[in-house]
């Protein structure tokens, strides 16, 4: 019989724990969750829909959304992803759908449906959940962790702590991680966050959408470009392309531009072909709202230079960790094997969001966290 110790009760545990629970049913299994309980992020993810994984990851083309392809290519490849959405279909009797785009949600468009399947999974092969137990210290050379204020042993000991977004404390775990003598980029930046421009928004752009090509630039080169719509804020620019482009963006340097492009989406296209025209002429193709900030700004005709201009932003900085949906930073990668174990202390195994590798919005994020619990669940002896 051995001991398992999983620290933090998110997706990336419970897959984990789920498999090593139904590979060795002696096997004592326990999740020590610091909140009153498991599984919240998934309540709230997708905007209470759960994007929890996507077909890009079947494809083999998932890396192309991760901050760090290669460290992504060592971890995962589609046959793992195959595993994984045969599992969540067989032993956890969950039905999802997919988007257009390759999106994939609960059937019931419900995250709680994903969430309950879970915890259904976990109760049905006896992992033990302990909820309002946070894990306070990790002693790995004598196999404990303090917990509830209490020294409980283990045999394998899997950190799915999660990062630092939305409503988590800053810096609570950093003493955790502190003496395991790993590289961590302590930097928990947010990311899939809105951005602050150092221009001002004109009011009447506030609230408006337009939908375009966004490209992220540093110094000229161009980091990010994606179709999408845009979201104008009074201080800034939000919308799931401006998210991802925040994930390209390191908050401590500057020179960073955001440039939009509203004549062609969708596969169609208006051209001004080199003109200009007067901005009540343009009524048929922009928002009002639009050619309302068009004027405010002295204009009488605009050409698409200045429409491209217009829509030029320098960004200032990211909104804080709690408008994000993830910190970027966590354990480095080259710290891991490709089961996730430490190659320092290979009983102690660290997944999801607590390692620096992070992707853009679409199911990315949470499907990584569900791969690597599954893969470093299956790796237990
Ligand atoms: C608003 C929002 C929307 C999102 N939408 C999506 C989406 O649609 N698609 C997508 O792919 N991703 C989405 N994400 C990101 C996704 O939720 C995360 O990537 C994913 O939950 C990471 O899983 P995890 O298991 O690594 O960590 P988490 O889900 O963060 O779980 C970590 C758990 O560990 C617990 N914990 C931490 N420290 C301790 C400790 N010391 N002791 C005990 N317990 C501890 C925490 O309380 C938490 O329950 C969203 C995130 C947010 C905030």
Known sequence: MKRIILVGGGPSSALCAYQIKKKHPDYEVNIFESDDQILKRIL???NGRANFFNNAFLEGKAFKAFNNPEAFNRFIDPQAARKLISLLSNDFEFSYYR????RMYPFSNTSASLRDALLKG???VG????LNSSVKSIDSKNHTVLVNGKT???????????GYAYDRKPDSNSSLLSNLNIKINNDFQPALCPLKTNESIPSPMDGMRLKGTLSLYRLNQKLYSEEGEILFK????????VFDASLFINDALNGYRIT???FEHDGFKVSFNGASKSLDDLVGIFPHSFIQALKEKGLKKAGEKEIREALTFNIHSKYPLKYAQISLGG??????DNNFSLTSSPEIKVLGEAIDIHAICGGFNMGFALLSGMIAGDSVD
Request: net charge negative; proline share 5%; aromatic share 10%.
């Open 260 to 262: 939009f492009d509203p």
């Open 127 to 130: 992992v033990n959940i302990f």
């Open 122 to 124: 976990l109760r049905k």
């Open 44 to 46: 709230i993810s997708g």
């Open 99 to 102: 988007d257009e785009e390759g």
């Open 152 to 162: 409980q042993e283990y045999d394998y000991l899997v950190l799915g702590i999660g």
């Open 331 to 336: 354990v480095l990668p080259q710290c891991l």
């Open 234 to 241: 009074k201080d800034g620019i939000s919308g799931i392309c």
